[in-house]
């Protein structure tokens, strides 16, 4: 089953507390994002990555990190975490050809900062 | 940047016809998609208008404009389960970045 698989999909911690959310996908696309999802915001793009070791900038990256390694992972990492980034969290993919217009987005990570 | 308008809210009666609104004010994209999530879950792809014109999908279809800066998503023959939150979206650089709208959040009621 084409999936994205995100870790963890509930989080409380507390302020500066280093975390990672985790994002697998298993369609062997080439393109993958995170969002954050905010109530009156709609979805946010955080950060994108169209290939192994090639990541941009989305609208929001202020205190967020990622990395991509393997084409499959593309983890979101919070140095130090603050209330602000309380929000909800969805990791995408999609192709990059013709059918690239369709993403694929995980079942999301909600996060609390305290 | 991209700036995609949506209303916050409508409300349609079960078996009726609704109409979702979307205005942007952009430069240039690559197309215009439309999402639909329901409460809790993840946002599922419902449609993409690369080429202005109306799209058809079963009961949903989904109209572009680029000339006017305007699209819609059109549900017919209502269901509850319809009952969502709907978002527009647009990628631009290739695709690469994507701006979603405020999204609109459909109720069907009987």
Known sequence: ?114 | GQSLEQPSEVTAVEGAIVQINCTYQTSGFYGLSWYQQHDGGAPTFLSYNGLDGLEEKGRFSSFLSRSKGYSYLLLKELQMKDSASYFCAVGSGGYQKVTFGTGTKLQVIP
Not at chain 1, 82 to 103: E, V
């Open chain 1, 1 to 114: 089953e084409a999936q994205v698989t995100q870790n963890p999909r509930y989080l409380i911690t507390v302020t500066g507390k280093k975390l990672t959310v985790t994002c697998s996908q298993n369609m062997n696309h080439e393109y993958m994002s995170w969002y954050r999802q905010d109530p009156g915001l709609g979805l946010r793009q955080i950060y994108y990555s169209m290939n192994v070791e090639v990541t941009d900038k989305g609208d929001v990256p202020e205190g967020y990190k990622v990395s991509r390694k393997e084409k499959r992972n593309f983890p979101l990492i919070l140095e130090s975490p603050s209330p602000n980034q309380t929000s909800l969290y969805f990791c995408a993919s999609r192709d990059t050809g013709f059918s690239g217009n369709t993403i694929y987005f995980g079942e999301g990570s909600w996060l609390t900062v305290v």
